[in-house]
Each structure stands twice: as C-alpha cells, then as structure tokens.
C-alpha cells in the first residue's frame, strides 16, 4: 500500500521538506507532502542515498589512521540481486570490515590525542556493527543511508549528545569539611549526587535530607566512606577574637562584692533583701514569688554592695545556676522553721559548682517551731559547717521580717568580701554579662547589665548575644539616670537593636563593622544549631514511634515579659512531657502576644501562653476568629498546671468494663415472635436489658451482642434482680444451650490524667 510523503518523512524521522529535496536529487517527481510514495520511489531513492554514501567516504583521525568504508556499487546487476544475496554479502562485508575495524581502533585508541573524537570514532564503529547484525529491509536502509546523508551534508548528528563516555579513573581528593555543612552543599564539593550522601549517611545511622545540616565528625566519616580524605577545617573563630580585644592597662583596684541571695521558695529571700534596700520589692511580685532576678546595689555602712534576688521555684534552676556564677558571694537563706528543702539543696549544689564562698542567713526566727540549731545540723550534713561549730561557714540568725540580726549579716558579707579581696579594672571598655531583659512596648529593648571590668559609658557600642547596638540611657538600681557605671554595677540600659537572653555576655567594641561581624556570625552559628537540633528531635521521633503508638503532641507559643523567665518557663515545660504526650515549642520569645504569633497558631494548631504579656489588637482579631486557645498568666506554677491539664485532654480516655450481673441458662425455648428464649436464673448482680451481654460456655466468650427481649412472668421488664428466673432473648444469637452464662456488662470512659 503506498503512503504519503508526509507519512514516509515521520518513518525516517526527518522533515518533509528534506525528504521532498533528497527524494527530488534522486530523479523522482513529488513536489508535495501529499504525494504517494510506491514501493519503486522508495528503491530509487535508496540507490540514490547509497550512491550519495559511498562516493569516497573515509575517515582519517587525528593520528593519521584512514577508515575507508566500503559500500554497495549502485550498477544495474546489483541493483538486480535479491534481498537473501544481498544480506549474505553484507553481513560478509561486516564480518571482514569489523576484523579491520577492530585492529585499527585499537591502535587509535592508542595514539588518539583527543578523547572526544575517539569516543565519536568509537560509537560510530559499535554503531555499525549492531546495524549490520539486524535484519535488513529497505525501512532501515533508508534509516542508515538517510543519517549518513545528513552527515555528509553538514549536519549535526543528532545522537552526539548520548556518546559513549569512557570510565574515569576515581581521583581521591581533600575535601574540605567546616564545622557544620548542608548535605547538599557536601555532594558539590565530593562531585557526587545527593542521593549517594544521604544513602552513606543512612548506613551510619543517620537520616538527614539534602537540605539538613549535619555535623563536621559525621561529614568526615562520609567523605572517607566514599573514598576522600577528608580535612577539618578550623573556622576563624570570632569569639576568641573578640576576647583578644579585651586587654586592660590599668592596675585593678577594690570592687564592690555581688551577693546572690539563695534559697527555697517563701522562706524569706525577697522579703529580707526589701528590709535590706528599704523599699517594698516583694509586694510586687505575683503571688509573693519572684518572677525573675532582680539586681540591685545598696549602700551600707560597710560599703556598697550589689545584690541579685533568684527565684526559688522549681522551675527557675537555670536562673539560680545563672546567678550563682555572675556572683562572689551566696546568701543561702533557710526557714529556721521549715529546714533544708528540695530547692535549698539545689542552691548549696550550685554555689558549691559555681566556687563562690556562701554565707548562711537562718530565717524566721520570729516564728513558732524555728529551730537554728537544728538547721545548722542539717547543713553540716551538706558539708557547709557552721563557723562555730568549728567550720568555715558563717551562719547568722536573722528575721527579714522584723530586721533582727540583718546588721550582723552585713557585717559577716563584708568581711568575707574583705577576705577574697576582689578587684576589677575600671579602665577600658566593658564587658559583663546579663542577668535579665526584656521588650518594653515604648521603649523597646530592656536590659539588665552587670559591669565586670571597665567602664560602661553612654553611646558605647554594646554587642550582646545577637543583638547589637549604642547604648542610649544607662539607669541604676534606684531609677536615676547616669552617664557611666564601673564594675560590680547592675544597671538597666538601652538601645539594643534586639533582646539578648539572660545570661549572654556583654561587651564594648570598637565599630559597628566589627559588632554587625561578630552579630551575623553568632545568628548563623544558632541557625546552625537549630537546624542540627530539629533534626535530632525528628530522627528521635520517628525511632521512637516505631512499634508503638505515637505520643500526642501538644504544640505551644510562649510569649512572656523578660527573658529569664522564658528561658525558665521553656525549661519547665520541657519537662512535662511523658510516655503519652509530650509539649513542643513552637515558638518563644520576650514582648507582647503579636499578630505573628496568632498566623502562627493558626498554622500550627498551637496554643499561645502568655506570661505578664497581652495579645496586640491585630492578634486579639486573628485569635477570636480563628478561635485559637489563649491564657493568661502570672504565676508559673498556675501556667505550669494549665498545660499539663491541656496535655491530659489531648489523650483518648480509657474505656473501663464493668460487670454488672451474671444469669445462668436452665432451659431454652422457641418463641414465634423472638426466636430461642433462654430461661434463666441470675446468680450474680443485676440484669439490666439496655446493657450489652456475652454469651459464656464452659467459662468462654462464645458470643458479645444485646438482649433482644427481657421477661419475667410474661411481662417485658428493665431489670432483674440476683436470685430472681426471667426469659432473656439475644439478639441475632440462636445457638443458647443449657449451662451457658449470660453476663451484662456496663463499658465506663475515664478521662487520662498526665
């Protein structure tokens, strides 16, 4: 059947309007796409192309050696023999040319100077073979010659793209490897794929995407494992530098002491430190708690002293391990009443950590049932021997209440500062650290410092943790504005760009070049850690979920009034989590609940916890629309109780079963209306006919459904009671025998507690 030349030009894979010109140098008539195209047309066109290939084609490769290839002669007494004669001869010649072939390949691929043009040379010859090895009609060779046309031509050969590529030699390289590295990041420099990292990676143990970011031990260990060596690179460390630049000239002189008043909950810290400074501190304070340090400098007549109050709520142990190392002296106050307690003991372990002298106060002398000596014996148990007992530590007898015994406690604070002899220097830029901050909706960035060495000036450029900035107003403890403030000072400050967490260190540098450096550098290492620390927490999941049911999860964000008392609530609610639920923190942070916050929780699914912070009026509208849960509070235990009775709703209550009463079946009987009625005689409890019931034999669950039918005497009935015979219909049931048990049952949910 004859096709047109349209369709003939897809066959071969060329365009119609090559095929028309080729099929026009051949001699033939088609002048369009619709012309038909006989078996003749395509012969003639066949010998044309031949002709066309084999009139004078040979290859000469760069190292001299000629290819001459032979071909078909396109006489009338070849074009005359038969296709069987014409494959026989041509797989003859193949057979002879591919001998030839393969001897002078061998030598080309020798003395070849250019690996391109003997891959060419290369896929040319394989090509052939598998050509010549194929059954031939004249479909395929109107394929071959037609390419070899092209080629002739001039044309791009259209499967240069898919050349052989010869196996390269594997060349071990020194792979460079900084501290953190993103898996991706780590296949470009090995130039291998993605995929073969992150399969490495898996055998180590380790299950990270490419975009993770995984630690510098565990990058060297895949890069040997794919056959480099790999090199750690010490990255320029920006701390060390910025405290090479701490260097003093002066001679250190005498500095005021820092005192860390310590202690459990309620037994008297603030109330004694607000006898001590005159002002009404503790009344402040929610719940008579204190929220978070407070720093404060006082003038005795022993000197001037500065004192930092900690919490002593279970919660706040990384506030008191703050103060304990910021300070030179600890305050342990003990209820003379009440003893040593879980948090007293904490604080002696933190001081006793930190190597800072401590000075027992006794308190609450006042009271019924104090008892100093038995106190004092208590903390000789602790190591901490009264001063009088032959020890080293200095214990007083004191009511923070009433002021008896507070001039003594002075006086024994300032002779331990006289005998550590503590000096600083007062020249030079300043450095310290943080003991709170927080975000003020008027006047932005709050922080707490307090001055170690050197000397704090206003429009110093202060870099603190992330944040960077000049410090606009400096404030002591008593609200007055100053210019300056020396060591051993604890002053409010203004003028970072951002809040700094409590506990960061602080320091005066030279130009906002080296603070935005040191600023950019710090973020990075966080994001880093970050990154490094979801992904432990997923891979930790994901082990942990496997062959058990998946912990609930209840997502949260923490927005409170000053950084230590998020970093405590974020500590406490880390805690929470147990075997069934756990707490995620989504997100935490110092200010004002913001619109941000509330997108997020919608996000998420989150709820938003407050501490002494309110939700803007943007966030108010998002939250109420959105109906996302809220509170507020301002006490920690009271937050604290409020998540774990969220977390409690989150679990699926556990389904109790009650039996609540057992017949025995005397006989069984037919009725028209209900099918087989059992006879029975309760024996234990009381049949209930809306209650759900199992069909026991011989002490064995054979059947669980519900009555069909309660009779006594004829009458339908709600309950039998134990002793009395009734008629007791199943439902959907028909196999009841004689000495089976009917037992009723009642199913109870009872909601899970954390």
């Not at 970011?213 to 990058?219: N, R, S």
């Not at 009511?399 to 600083?424: H, N, P, Q, T, Y």
């Not at 008027?442 to 900035?469: C, E, W």
């Not at 028909?734 to 037992?743: A, F, L, T, V």
């Amino acid at each position: 059947m004859a096709i047109t030349v349209k369709d003939f030009a897809k066959t071969l894979k060329i365009s119609d309007k090559a095929l028309l010109e080729r099929m026009q140098k051949a001699g033939l008539n088609h002048l369009s796409e619709s012309d038909e195209v006989t078996a003749s047309d395509k012969q003639a066109l066949l010998k044309f192309l031949k002709g066309a290939k084999t009139q004078s084609k040979s290859i000469k490769s760069e190292s001299g050696v000629t290819v001459t290839s032979k071909g078909k002669s396109s006489s009338s007494t070849a074009s005359k023999k038969s296709y069987s004669d014409n494959i026989e001869a041509k797989r003859a010649a193949a057979s002879e040319q591919l001998k030839e072939q393969q001897t002078k390949r061998e030598e080309q691929l020798k003395a070849a100077s250019k690996q391109k043009q003997e891959q060419r040379n290369k896929f040319s010859k394989k090509n052939e073979v598998k050509q010549n090895q194929k059954p031939i009609d004249v479909k395929d060779q109107l394929s071959s010659a037609v390419n070899a046309y092209k080629r002739k031509e001039g044309s791009d050969f259209e499967d240069s793209k898919h050349q052989f590529e010869a196996p390269k030699e594997f060349i071990k390289k020194d792979i460079e490897v900084p501290s953190t590295i993103q898996v991706g990041e780590l296949a470009k420099l090995m130039a291998v794929k993605g995929g073969e990292v992150v399969k490495n990676l898996m055998s180590l143990g380790v299950i990270a995407t490419l975009n993770d970011f995984i630690d510098q031990e565990t990058a060297i260990l895949v890069v040997e494992e794919i056959g480099h060596n790999g090199i750690a690179v010490q990255e320029e460390n920006l701390e060390e530098d910025l405290a090479n630049l701490i260097q003093y000239s002066d001679e250190p002189k005498t500095r005021p002491a820092v005192i860390t008043v310590m202690g459990h909950v309620d037994h008297g810290k603030t109330t004694l430190l607000d006898f001590i400074r005159k002002t009404k501190v503790v009344d402040g304070e929610a719940g008579g708690i204190t929220q978070h340090i407070g720093a404060y400098e006082v003038d005795t007549s022993k000197g001037k002293l500065t004192f930092i109050d900690t919490p002593g709520h279970a919660a706040f142990s990384s506030m008191r391990a703050r103060g304990a190392n910021t300070t030179d002296i600890v305050v342990l106050v003990v209820a003379a009443n009440d003893g040593i307690k879980p948090q007293t003991e904490e604080a002696i372990n933190h001081a006793k950590a930190a190597g800072v002298s401590i000075v027992v106060a006794i308190n609450k002398i006042d009271l019924d049932g104090a008892d100093p000596e038995k106190v004092k014996g208590d903390l000789a148990a602790k190591d901490l021997t009264p001063d009088d007992w032959g020890g080293n530590i200095q214990m007083v007898p004191v009511s923070a209440l009433k002021g008896d015994g507070v001039d003594e406690l002075l006086e024994r604070i300032a002779l331990e500062a006289e005998i550590l002899e503590l000096k600083a220097h007062y020249e030079g830029a300043a450095q310290g650290v943080v003991i709170e901050s927080e975000l003020d909706k008027f006047r932005g960035s709050v922080s707490t410092f307090l001055i170690q060495n050197g000397t704090l000036k206003v429009g110093d450029l202060v870099v603190s943790g992330n944040a960077i900035g000049k410090i606009k107003s400096i404030v002591d403890s008593d609200g007055n504005k100053i210019k300056q403030a020396g060591p051993s000072a604890a002053v409010e400050v203004l003028g970072l760009n951002s809040v700094p967490a409590a506990g960061d260190k602080f320091q005066v540098v030279k130009n906002d070049k080296q603070a935005r450096e040191i600023s950019e550098y710090r973020t990075s290492k966080e994001k880093e850690k970050k990154l490094l620390k979801q992904k432990d927490e997923s891979v930790g999941d994901l082990f942990e979920s496997l062959g058990q049911d998946s912990k609930k999860v209840l997502n949260v964000i923490v927005k409170t009034d000053v950084g230590g008392t998020c970093e405590a609530i974020l500590a406490a609610l880390g805690d929470l989590g147990t075997d069934k639920a756990k707490v995620k923190i989504v997100s935490s942070g110092v200010g004002g609940i913001s619109e941000s916050d509330a997108n997020l929780a919608v996000a998420v699914e989150s709820i938003i916890l407050g501490f002494n912070v309110r939700a803007d009026n943007s966030a108010k509208k998002i939250i109420e629309d959105e109906a996302i849960p809220l509170s507020y509070h301002s006490i920690i235990y009271e937050l604290l109780d409020d998540v774990k009775a969220r977390m409690s709703g989150l679990l699926d209550p556990i389904i109790k079963e009650e039996i609540v009463g057992t017949a025995e079946v005397l006989e069984v009987f037919n009725s028209p209306k209900f099918g087989q009625v059992a006879g029975c005689n309760v024996i234990e409890g009381n049949v209930l006919r809306n209650k759900p019931v199992r069909v026991l034999r011989d002490d064995i669950v054979i059947f669980e459904g519900e009555l069909n039918s309660l009779r006594r005497f004829k009458e339908d009935v709600n309950e039998v009671k134990n002793g009395n015979e009734c008629g007791m219909g199943i439902k959907n049931y028909k196999d009841i025998k004689p000495g089976d048990k009917i037992e009723v049952f009642d199913r109870k949910e009872e909601a899970q507690t954390i």
